[in-house]
């Protein structure tokens, strides 16, 4: 059980530094996919949710297309 909080927690944070290294804001990543909002992106980023396949697929397409 601890394995997974930690696991989910480091997502959050691997999604947190990516997004800031893209130079968007939570608003601005959610608004650009259609399958999470800025309060989902803030729990992912928190470690309070842990995101499905499709919903990290969604936030990075985002975040690779700024960067990329």
């Known amino acids: 059980m601890a394995d997974d909080v930690a696991a989910i927690k480091r997502i959050g944070r691997i999604v947190a530094e990516y997004r800031a290294r893209s130079g968007l804001s939570q608003v601005q990543v ?19 949710r842990l995101p499905s396949a499709e919903q990290l697929e969604a936030i990075f397409d985002v975040l690779e297309r700024r960067t990329g």
């Open 30 to 48: 959610a608004e650009k996919n259609a399958v999470l909002n800025r309060t989902a992106i803030s729990l992912l980023e928190q470690g309070s």
